[in-house]
């Protein structure tokens, strides 16, 4: 079985997330100590989730800890083929929109509370999530990136 953390790949762009969290944010996601690759897999192993997607016209997830791939009932492939936007449902779209924008252009934000769905049709509630752009150490953006801690499932 293919250890998905430990993709060179993965590896590179857990640092960026990681680099950008503490720019924006001024404190460390997780514990930075070890490898770019011992950060990789206990930043896949966190209970907490993070997620975040690249820069396209409409943005695909392209990272997801084994927190964020349990709530979204998705396998990893699955997750990094989704349209970010497909993690609300369309009456939530346009609020997620705003809140993508304004993170973008302040850096981030840390207050965000909104619904999403999962894969299944779990509907779930996030609160206190934190959003943030993601760059590579030149400054050019690459990405947002969100984590939470806290959510509850909706009837």
């Known amino acids: 079985m293919q ?3 430990a993709d060179p790949k993965i590896v590179q762009w857990c640092q960026y997330l990681l680099d950008s969290y503490a720019h924006w944010v001024k404190q460390e996601l997780i ?3 070890g ?3 011992e950060q990789a897999k206990r930043l896949f192993n966190s209970a907490f989730v993070v997620a975040s997607h690249g820069v396209e016209n409409d943005p695909l997830l392209n990272y997801g800890n084994q927190a964020a791939l349990n709530l979204w009932a998705m396998d990893w ?3 990094t083929q989704t349209p970010s936007r497909l993690t609300a449902e369309p009456v939530n779209r346009e609020k997620r929109a705003r809140m993508l924008e304004q993170a973008r252009t302040q850096g981030y934000i840390s207050d965000y509370c ?3 769905i999962s894969s299944t049709g779990k509907r779930f509630l996030v609160d206190q999530a934190i959003i943030w752009n993601i760059h590579k150490p030149d400054g050019i953006a690459i990405g947002q990136g969100a984590t939470f801690s806290s959510w509850k499932y909706l009837s």
């Open 3 to 5: 250890i998905l953390w």
């Open 31 to 33: 514990q930075r100590n």
């Open 77 to 79: 492939q699955q997750f």
């Open 114 to 116: 909104g619904v999403r």
């Open 35 to 37: 490898t770019p690759l």
